[in-house]
Protein backbone atom coordinates (compact mmCIF):
# COMPACT_ATOMS: atom_id res chain seq x y z
CA UNK A 1 0.00 0.00 0.00
CA UNK A 2 2.65 2.42 0.47
CA UNK A 3 4.54 1.81 -2.46
CA UNK A 4 0.94 2.30 -4.30
CA UNK A 5 -0.07 5.21 -2.57
CA UNK A 6 3.40 7.03 -3.02
CA UNK A 7 3.48 6.18 -6.96
CA UNK A 8 0.27 7.18 -7.75
CA UNK A 9 0.15 10.14 -5.39
CA UNK A 10 3.41 11.41 -7.34
CA UNK A 11 2.04 10.32 -10.69
CA UNK A 12 -1.04 12.37 -9.72
CA UNK A 13 1.17 15.55 -8.90
CA UNK A 14 3.06 15.06 -11.54
CA UNK A 15 -0.18 15.22 -14.13
CA UNK A 16 -1.20 18.20 -12.70
CA UNK A 17 2.23 19.84 -13.18
CA UNK A 18 2.35 19.00 -16.59
CA UNK A 19 -1.07 20.25 -17.24
CA UNK A 20 -0.82 23.60 -16.19
CA UNK A 21 2.99 24.00 -17.40
CA UNK A 22 1.61 22.81 -20.81
CA UNK A 23 -1.40 24.42 -21.23
CA UNK A 24 -0.21 27.60 -19.27
CA UNK A 25 2.37 27.83 -22.57
CA UNK A 26 -0.40 27.20 -24.94
CA UNK A 27 -2.69 29.38 -23.55
CA UNK A 28 -0.17 32.14 -23.38
CA UNK A 29 1.04 30.89 -27.11
CA UNK A 30 -2.83 31.36 -27.98
CA UNK A 31 -3.38 28.06 -29.12
CA UNK A 32 -5.45 26.76 -26.45
CA UNK A 33 -8.51 28.36 -24.67
CA UNK A 34 -8.71 28.63 -21.22
CA UNK A 35 -11.89 26.91 -21.19
CA UNK A 36 -10.48 23.89 -22.95
CA UNK A 37 -8.05 23.85 -20.06
CA UNK A 38 -10.70 23.56 -17.41
CA UNK A 39 -12.30 20.60 -19.25
CA UNK A 40 -8.39 18.61 -19.27
CA UNK A 41 -8.05 18.87 -15.40
CA UNK A 42 -11.79 17.77 -14.58
CA UNK A 43 -10.76 14.88 -17.13
CA UNK A 44 -7.73 14.31 -15.19
CA UNK A 45 -9.56 14.37 -12.14
CA UNK A 46 -11.76 11.88 -13.09
CA UNK A 47 -9.38 9.40 -14.13
CA UNK A 48 -7.66 9.65 -10.60
CA UNK A 49 -10.84 8.96 -9.13
CA UNK A 50 -11.25 5.92 -11.39
CA UNK A 51 -7.51 4.69 -10.58
CA UNK A 52 -7.90 5.67 -6.71
CA UNK A 53 -11.21 3.37 -6.61
CA UNK A 54 -9.35 -0.04 -8.26
CA UNK A 55 -6.58 0.42 -5.99
CA UNK A 56 -8.83 0.65 -2.74
CA UNK A 57 -10.68 -2.20 -4.07
CA UNK A 58 -7.45 -4.53 -4.83
CA UNK A 59 -6.59 -3.53 -1.14
CA UNK A 60 -9.94 -4.47 -0.15
CA UNK A 61 -9.85 -7.81 -1.84
CA UNK A 62 -6.65 -8.96 -0.71
CA UNK A 63 -7.65 -8.48 3.17
CA UNK A 64 -10.80 -10.19 2.36
CA UNK A 65 -9.24 -13.17 0.65
CA UNK A 66 -6.36 -13.64 3.73
CA UNK A 67 -9.36 -13.51 5.99
CA UNK A 68 -11.51 -16.27 4.32
CA UNK A 69 -8.05 -17.76 3.99
CA UNK A 70 -7.57 -17.71 8.08
CA UNK A 71 -10.85 -18.43 8.77
CA UNK A 72 -10.94 -21.52 6.38
CA UNK A 73 -7.48 -22.60 8.32
CA UNK A 74 -9.26 -22.69 11.30
CA UNK A 75 -12.64 -23.87 10.49
CA UNK A 76 -10.55 -27.28 8.43
CA UNK A 77 -7.80 -27.87 11.40
CA UNK A 78 -8.02 -31.63 12.67
CA UNK A 79 -7.89 -31.93 16.49
CA UNK A 80 -5.35 -34.19 17.62
CA UNK A 81 -7.60 -36.02 19.90
CA UNK A 82 -10.38 -37.28 18.08
CA UNK A 83 -13.40 -38.54 19.40
CA UNK A 84 -15.42 -38.88 16.48
CA UNK A 85 -16.04 -42.56 17.00
CA UNK A 86 -17.08 -42.61 20.66
CA UNK A 87 -20.49 -42.71 22.27
CA UNK A 88 -19.46 -43.30 26.07
CA UNK A 89 -21.10 -40.49 27.94
CA UNK A 90 -20.10 -40.11 31.48
CA UNK A 91 -22.28 -39.34 33.91
CA UNK A 92 -22.96 -39.17 37.26
CA UNK A 93 -19.47 -38.78 37.68
CA UNK A 94 -17.90 -40.22 41.39
CA UNK A 95 -14.18 -39.26 40.45
CA UNK A 96 -12.32 -42.09 40.75
CA UNK A 97 -9.47 -41.53 38.47
CA UNK A 98 -6.65 -44.10 37.47
CA UNK A 99 -3.31 -43.80 35.91
CA UNK A 100 -2.44 -47.28 34.35
CA UNK A 101 1.08 -47.80 33.59
CA UNK A 102 1.04 -44.50 31.62
CA UNK A 103 4.00 -43.18 29.57
CA UNK A 104 3.98 -39.78 27.60
CA UNK A 105 6.22 -37.37 25.89
CA UNK A 106 5.55 -34.22 24.11
CA UNK A 107 6.90 -34.90 20.57
CA UNK A 108 7.80 -38.42 18.85
CA UNK A 109 11.53 -37.85 19.24
CA UNK A 110 11.34 -36.00 22.75
CA UNK A 111 12.92 -37.60 26.14
CA UNK A 112 9.46 -39.31 27.73
CA UNK A 113 7.86 -36.90 30.36
CA UNK A 114 5.96 -39.40 32.20
CA UNK A 115 7.90 -42.90 32.39
CA UNK A 116 5.40 -45.94 33.47
CA UNK A 117 3.18 -43.88 35.86
CA UNK A 118 0.55 -45.69 38.02
CA UNK A 119 -1.44 -44.13 40.89
CA UNK A 120 -4.86 -44.03 42.12
CA UNK A 121 -6.99 -41.60 42.95
CA UNK A 122 -10.14 -42.35 44.91
CA UNK A 123 -13.37 -40.70 44.72
CA UNK A 124 -14.23 -37.51 46.53
CA UNK A 125 -10.07 -37.92 48.06
CA UNK A 126 -7.94 -34.97 48.18
CA UNK A 127 -4.59 -35.94 46.34
CA UNK A 128 -2.10 -33.14 45.78
CA UNK A 129 0.85 -33.38 43.65
CA UNK A 130 4.57 -31.62 44.31
CA UNK A 131 7.86 -31.85 43.23
CA UNK A 132 10.80 -30.19 41.26
CA UNK A 133 9.72 -27.75 38.21
CA UNK A 134 9.71 -29.57 35.12
CA UNK A 135 9.14 -32.94 36.68
CA UNK A 136 5.57 -33.14 34.63
CA UNK A 137 3.23 -31.88 37.29
CA UNK A 138 1.13 -29.71 34.84
CA UNK A 139 1.34 -32.70 32.22
CA UNK A 140 0.03 -35.33 34.39
CA UNK A 141 -3.41 -33.04 34.75
CA UNK A 142 -3.91 -31.71 31.22
CA UNK A 143 -3.72 -35.68 30.12
CA UNK A 144 -6.92 -36.03 32.24
CA UNK A 145 -9.09 -33.45 30.13
CA UNK A 146 -7.52 -35.15 27.10
CA UNK A 147 -5.63 -31.91 26.05
CA UNK A 148 -3.16 -34.56 24.75
CA UNK A 149 -3.66 -38.13 24.71
CA UNK A 150 -0.76 -41.06 26.23
CA UNK A 151 1.51 -42.97 24.15
CA UNK A 152 0.61 -45.91 26.42
CA UNK A 153 -0.81 -46.63 29.21
CA UNK A 154 -4.55 -45.93 29.87
CA UNK A 155 -6.68 -43.50 31.81
CA UNK A 156 -9.31 -44.32 33.19
CA UNK A 157 -12.11 -42.42 35.40
CA UNK A 158 -14.75 -44.35 36.91
CA UNK A 159 -13.07 -47.63 35.33
CA UNK A 160 -14.01 -45.88 32.08
CA UNK A 161 -10.69 -45.76 29.51
CA UNK A 162 -10.74 -41.73 28.84
CA UNK A 163 -10.61 -42.82 25.45
CA UNK A 164 -13.39 -44.02 24.71
CA UNK A 165 -15.34 -41.31 26.36
CA UNK A 166 -17.31 -37.92 24.30
CA UNK A 167 -14.63 -35.65 24.97
CA UNK A 168 -17.58 -33.10 25.55
CA UNK A 169 -18.77 -35.43 28.44
CA UNK A 170 -15.40 -35.72 29.98
CA UNK A 171 -14.66 -32.31 30.07
CA UNK A 172 -17.93 -30.91 31.66
CA UNK A 173 -16.72 -32.76 34.50
CA UNK A 174 -13.37 -31.33 35.42
CA UNK A 175 -12.78 -28.27 36.28
CA UNK A 176 -9.34 -26.98 35.81
CA UNK A 177 -7.72 -23.60 37.40
CA UNK A 178 -4.47 -23.64 35.11
CA UNK A 179 -0.71 -22.58 36.00
CA UNK A 180 -0.80 -19.98 32.86
CA UNK A 181 -4.97 -18.59 33.24
CA UNK A 182 -6.93 -18.07 29.78
CA UNK A 183 -9.03 -15.52 29.52
CA UNK A 184 -10.90 -13.88 26.20
CA UNK A 185 -11.50 -10.41 25.51
CA UNK A 186 -14.40 -9.06 26.26
CA UNK A 187 -16.04 -8.46 29.61
CA UNK A 188 -15.40 -9.74 33.47
CA UNK A 189 -18.98 -10.90 33.59
CA UNK A 190 -18.45 -12.99 30.42
CA UNK A 191 -15.32 -14.24 30.95
CA UNK A 192 -16.41 -16.29 33.95
CA UNK A 193 -19.82 -17.27 32.47
CA UNK A 194 -17.23 -19.18 30.28
CA UNK A 195 -17.50 -21.54 33.38
CA UNK A 196 -21.13 -22.28 32.57
CA UNK A 197 -22.88 -20.81 30.09
CA UNK A 198 -26.06 -20.44 30.84
CA UNK A 199 -25.43 -19.02 34.26
CA UNK A 200 -27.60 -15.99 35.57
CA UNK A 201 -25.79 -13.07 36.54
CA UNK A 202 -26.39 -13.59 40.34
CA UNK A 203 -24.85 -17.42 40.26
CA UNK A 204 -21.21 -14.44 38.89
CA UNK A 205 -21.48 -12.47 41.63
CA UNK A 206 -21.52 -15.40 43.77
CA UNK A 207 -18.99 -17.53 41.94
CA UNK A 208 -16.75 -13.95 41.84
CA UNK A 209 -17.43 -13.48 45.63
CA UNK A 210 -16.48 -17.12 46.63
CA UNK A 211 -13.39 -16.76 44.52
CA UNK A 212 -12.52 -13.73 46.31
CA UNK A 213 -12.59 -11.98 43.25
CA UNK A 214 -15.73 -9.61 43.52
CA UNK A 215 -13.84 -6.81 45.51
CA UNK A 216 -11.94 -5.88 43.02
CA UNK A 217 -14.19 -6.41 40.00
CA UNK A 218 -16.60 -4.11 41.62
CA UNK A 219 -13.47 -1.56 41.97
CA UNK A 220 -13.10 -1.76 38.21
CA UNK A 221 -14.42 1.02 36.22
CA UNK A 222 -17.57 -0.60 34.70
CA UNK A 223 -17.52 -3.19 37.19
CA UNK A 224 -18.90 -6.54 36.28
CA UNK A 225 -19.25 -4.80 32.57
CA UNK A 226 -15.31 -3.92 32.21
CA UNK A 227 -13.60 -4.79 29.54
CA UNK A 228 -10.63 -6.52 30.67
CA UNK A 229 -8.50 -6.33 26.87
CA UNK A 230 -7.38 -8.80 25.01
CA UNK A 231 -6.25 -12.25 26.98
CA UNK A 232 -7.11 -10.16 30.22
CA UNK A 233 -4.16 -8.04 29.64
CA UNK A 234 -5.51 -5.20 31.76
CA UNK A 235 -5.25 -7.03 34.99
CA UNK A 236 -2.60 -8.27 37.21
CA UNK A 237 -1.73 -12.03 37.68
CA UNK A 238 -3.52 -12.50 40.76
CA UNK A 239 -6.90 -11.07 39.32
CA UNK A 240 -6.66 -13.09 36.29
CA UNK A 241 -5.97 -15.93 38.79
CA UNK A 242 -9.16 -15.20 40.82
CA UNK A 243 -11.25 -14.82 37.43
CA UNK A 244 -10.57 -18.45 36.47
CA UNK A 245 -10.83 -19.70 40.56
CA UNK A 246 -14.84 -17.94 39.73
CA UNK A 247 -14.94 -20.03 36.94
CA UNK A 248 -14.47 -23.49 38.25
CA UNK A 249 -16.65 -22.40 41.36
CA UNK A 250 -19.54 -21.87 38.79
CA UNK A 251 -18.58 -24.82 36.82
CA UNK A 252 -19.09 -26.54 39.67
CA UNK A 253 -17.53 -30.00 38.57
CA UNK A 254 -16.80 -33.37 40.26
CA UNK A 255 -13.76 -33.48 39.57
CA UNK A 256 -11.40 -30.75 40.45
CA UNK A 257 -7.94 -29.74 39.20
CA UNK A 258 -5.79 -26.85 40.77
CA UNK A 259 -2.36 -26.31 39.19
CA UNK A 260 -0.56 -23.48 41.43
CA UNK A 261 -4.23 -21.92 41.60
CA UNK A 262 -3.02 -19.32 44.20
CA UNK A 263 0.33 -19.02 43.41
CA UNK A 264 0.10 -15.22 42.34
CA UNK A 265 -1.90 -14.39 45.26
CA UNK A 266 -0.78 -12.37 48.32
CA UNK A 267 -0.61 -14.05 51.40
CA UNK A 268 -3.82 -12.29 52.60
CA UNK A 269 -5.64 -13.09 49.35
CA UNK A 270 -4.54 -16.45 48.95
CA UNK A 271 -5.64 -17.31 52.47
CA UNK A 272 -8.94 -15.88 51.63
CA UNK A 273 -8.89 -18.28 48.06
CA UNK A 274 -7.85 -21.30 49.79
CA UNK A 275 -10.31 -21.35 52.14
CA UNK A 276 -12.81 -20.74 49.58
CA UNK A 277 -11.31 -23.57 47.63
CA UNK A 278 -11.35 -26.02 50.06
CA UNK A 279 -15.26 -25.73 50.72
CA UNK A 280 -15.65 -25.85 47.09
CA UNK A 281 -13.31 -29.63 47.03
CA UNK A 282 -15.31 -30.59 49.56
CA UNK A 283 -16.56 -34.32 48.63
CA UNK A 284 -15.04 -33.82 45.05
CA UNK A 285 -12.05 -35.63 43.72
CA UNK A 286 -9.54 -32.59 43.50
CA UNK A 287 -5.34 -33.23 42.51
CA UNK A 288 -4.03 -29.98 43.77
CA UNK A 289 -0.51 -28.88 42.28
CA UNK A 290 1.39 -26.43 44.97
CA UNK A 291 4.83 -25.37 45.37
CA UNK A 292 4.26 -23.95 48.76
CA UNK A 293 3.71 -26.97 50.87
CA UNK A 294 1.28 -25.12 53.20
CA UNK A 295 -1.73 -25.89 50.85
CA UNK A 296 -1.27 -29.18 50.60
CA UNK A 297 -1.02 -30.28 53.84
CA UNK A 298 -4.39 -31.88 54.63
CA UNK A 299 -4.45 -33.57 51.57
CA UNK A 300 -5.48 -37.42 51.58
CA UNK A 301 -2.45 -38.48 49.19
CA UNK A 302 0.65 -35.83 48.50
CA UNK A 303 2.32 -37.67 45.57
CA UNK A 304 6.01 -36.59 45.50
CA UNK A 305 6.46 -36.44 41.56
CA UNK A 306 10.32 -36.17 40.14
CA UNK A 307 12.09 -37.03 37.01
CA UNK A 308 12.57 -40.35 38.06
CA UNK A 309 8.62 -40.46 38.62
CA UNK A 310 6.43 -41.13 41.93
CA UNK A 311 9.48 -41.49 44.27
CA UNK A 312 7.15 -40.94 47.60
CA UNK A 313 3.54 -40.82 48.32
CA UNK A 314 1.03 -40.92 51.41
CA UNK A 315 -0.22 -38.29 53.67
CA UNK A 316 1.61 -35.50 54.59
CA UNK A 317 2.09 -36.70 58.59
CA UNK A 318 3.66 -40.46 56.74
CA UNK A 319 5.73 -38.39 54.46
CA UNK A 320 7.19 -36.66 57.15
CA UNK A 321 8.09 -39.75 59.12
CA UNK A 322 9.74 -41.01 56.37
CA UNK A 323 12.15 -38.11 56.23
CA UNK A 324 12.72 -39.03 52.62
CA UNK A 325 12.27 -35.98 49.72
CA UNK A 326 9.06 -34.35 51.18
CA UNK A 327 10.80 -33.66 54.80
CA UNK A 328 13.46 -32.06 53.28
CA UNK A 329 11.47 -29.71 50.68
CA UNK A 330 9.20 -29.07 53.86
CA UNK A 331 11.74 -28.40 56.75
CA UNK A 332 13.74 -26.27 53.91
CA UNK A 333 10.50 -24.41 53.55
N1 LIG B 1 3.74 -28.10 25.39
C1 LIG B 1 4.92 -28.67 25.62
N2 LIG B 1 5.67 -29.09 24.58
C2 LIG B 1 6.86 -29.70 24.77
N3 LIG B 1 7.41 -29.93 25.98
C3 LIG B 1 6.71 -29.52 27.07
C4 LIG B 1 5.44 -28.87 26.94
N4 LIG B 1 4.99 -28.58 28.17
C5 LIG B 1 5.93 -29.02 29.03
N5 LIG B 1 6.96 -29.59 28.38
C6 LIG B 1 8.14 -30.24 29.00
O1 LIG B 1 7.68 -31.25 29.85
C7 LIG B 1 8.36 -31.27 31.07
C8 LIG B 1 7.39 -31.22 32.23
O2 LIG B 1 6.70 -30.00 32.21
P1 LIG B 1 5.52 -29.66 33.20
O3 LIG B 1 4.92 -28.37 32.76
O4 LIG B 1 4.63 -30.82 33.33
O5 LIG B 1 6.32 -29.44 34.56
P2 LIG B 1 5.79 -29.06 35.99
O6 LIG B 1 6.12 -30.18 36.90
O7 LIG B 1 4.37 -28.64 35.92
O8 LIG B 1 6.71 -27.82 36.36
P3 LIG B 1 6.33 -26.48 37.18
O9 LIG B 1 6.39 -26.84 38.61
O10 LIG B 1 7.42 -25.53 36.81
O11 LIG B 1 5.01 -26.03 36.72
C9 LIG B 1 9.32 -30.09 31.03
O12 LIG B 1 10.61 -30.61 30.83
C10 LIG B 1 8.89 -29.27 29.85
O13 LIG B 1 10.01 -28.77 29.18
MG1 LIG C 1 3.38 -26.81 36.08
Redesign the pocket.
Known amino acids: MAGFITVTTAFEGLMYIAVLTAGGYFILNGTMEASDMIVFIMYINMLITSVKRIIQFTEQFQKGLTGIQRFHEVMTAVPDVDDTDNTLVLENVKGNIVFDDVSFS ?2 KD ?1 EK ?1 LDRLNFEIKEGEQAAFV ?1 P ?8 ISLIPRFFDVDSGEIRIDGHDIRHLKIHSLRDNIGIVQ ?1 DVYLFAGNVKENIRYGKLDATDEEIYEAARLAGAAEFIEALPNGFDTDIGERGARLSGGQKQRISIARVFLKNPPILILD ?1 ATSALDNQSEMVVQESLKELAKGRTTIT ?1 A ?1 RLTTVEDSDTIYV ?1 TDEGIIESGSHEELIAQEGYYYNLYTRQ
Open positions: YGDVGSGAGKSTIQEIHL
